[in-house]
């Protein structure tokens, strides 16, 4: 099965449902514009302000801008974890330094000259597995370190596309809320000319009320989006940035997923690191065989883990085949559930519409128009979570390959 992934229109992000009311001469009239959206494409230079919609033009082109690339570069430099991870490494390779023994500086000759069997296997033991081990822990310090800071990269991403997500869902509410007042007023004018009851404006005010409340807790959702980002990247938690809206546009691909397990089994530093550990239990089972006989204890413990370390490199295959095959068919679902939630918002947007009318004819409640409303504002919210899941889903198949 082949499965591209690209940019599509739906890619971009913030979509709006503009409500326009006008009211007049004793004549209410109400139409919503529901189905001509305002969708803002993701382009380089388009931004949105992290600062819950309360930040003037000229404070957010005072902000720093944060696109995502800048956050995955911040974050390799001054994220915590990967910099403790960075001195480990360096303390693991002093350590090593300070391990070095002169046996290992013995040459053959003199390993051989050894009368005791067990003193020559020692030594050998001392100057090639010794010496291996510590250039093998060297390479795996510096594996150790590459898988974090690919792990610190897919964190970055994560909470990039959170702070986005918890920003556009905010626009959301805000557009929810203008169709609540929007929806208020039409019903205050219509009861001031006699054509619809006071229970009509006390549940609009409810509407309005519960638009206000989702605003407010969509507020505070950027503040934590934003703060979080912040402590991942390793700065001032309090940092406020102009995030530079950017979705996983990539290039399309063609991969089955037999060709994305085999490239993710040839680049994954797992994969190097089990191979090394085998490298080294075989160059001691040689080590013994040369100035020993495998038929000792240390002889046939020495094959038994020749044979672990071959298991475990099947055991990492398995885990790294399985993890990239979970991307690749949650990055076909992501793709999928956006085409299905985009459809559902236009036909939200619709039955919003239609309510509208009804309800400037007498065939509609107030409460319907505000449940239709309730429903559209839903689907807007699912259709961005579908956005934020798909570019998700990208980042951690990318990451499963090993890029």
């Not at 003193?119 to 010794?130: E, M, S």
Request: glycine share 4%.
């Amino acid at each position: 099965m082949n499965f591209p992934y690209s940019s599509k229109k739906w890619m971009s992000i913030g979509l709006a449902a503009v409500l326009t009311t006008a009211i007049g001469a004793g004549t209410m009239t109400a139409s919503a514009n529901t189905g001509a959206e305002a969708e803002k494409t993701a382009q380089t230079g388009q931004t949105v302000a992290a600062e819950t919609g309360n930040t003037t033009t000229s404070q957010a082109a005072a902000l720093e801008e944060l696109t995502l690339e800048k956050a995955i570069e911040q974050a390799l430099q001054t994220n915590n974890t990967l910099q403790n991870a960075r001195i480990d490494a360096k303390n693991a390779d002093l350590n090593e330094v300070l391990s070095y023994t002169t046996s290992a500086e013995m040459s053959k000759d003199m390993i051989d000259s050894l009368e005791n069997i067990k003193d020559q296997l020692n030594a050998a033991k001392a100057k090639y597995v010794g010496n291996a081990q510590g250039e093998i822990n060297k390479k795996l310090n510096a594996l150790t370190v590459k898988a974090t800071e690919s792990k610190i990269r897919l964190g970055a991403q994560n909470a990039y596309y959170n702070l986005i997500f918890a920003q556009d869902d905010y626009e959301l509410k805000q557009q929810s809320l203008k169709r609540a007042e929007a929806q208020l007023k039409v019903a205050k004018a219509a009861f001031d000319v006699g054509t619809k009851a006071k229970t009509d404006v006390l549940q609009a005010e409810m509407g309005v009320a519960g638009a206000k409340a989702a605003l407010t807790s969509a507020a505070n959702a950027v503040e934590v989006a934003r703060m979080e980002l912040n402590d991942f990247l390793g700065v001032d938690l309090n940092k406020k940035w102009k995030i530079v809206s950017n979705n996983k546009q990539v290039a399309p691909i063609s991969l089955t997923m037999e060709q994305a397990q085999a490239q993710a089994l040839s680049k994954r530093i797992e994969m190097t690191k089990v191979q090394e550990e085998l490298n080294l239990a075989e160059l001691n089972v040689k080590l013994i065989e040369e100035y020993s006989a495998l038929s000792t204890l240390q002889g046939r413990q020495a094959r038994n883990n020749v044979e672990k370390s071959k298991m475990a490199i099947e055991e990492q295959k398995r885990a790294i085949s399985k993890e990239v095959a979970q991307a690749y068919l949650n990055l076909s679902a992501a793709s999928e559930a956006i085409e299905f939630q985009k459809k559902a918002k236009d036909a939200a947007a619709e039955s919003y519409r239609l309510t509208n009318l009804r309800f400037e004819n007498g065939l509609a409640t107030t409460l319907e128009v505000i449940q239709a409303e309730e429903e559209l504002s839903d689907r807007e919210n699912q259709y961005q979570k579908a956005i934020l899941n798909y570019n998700l889903a990208v980042v951690n198949f990318e990451t499963a390959l090993g890029n």
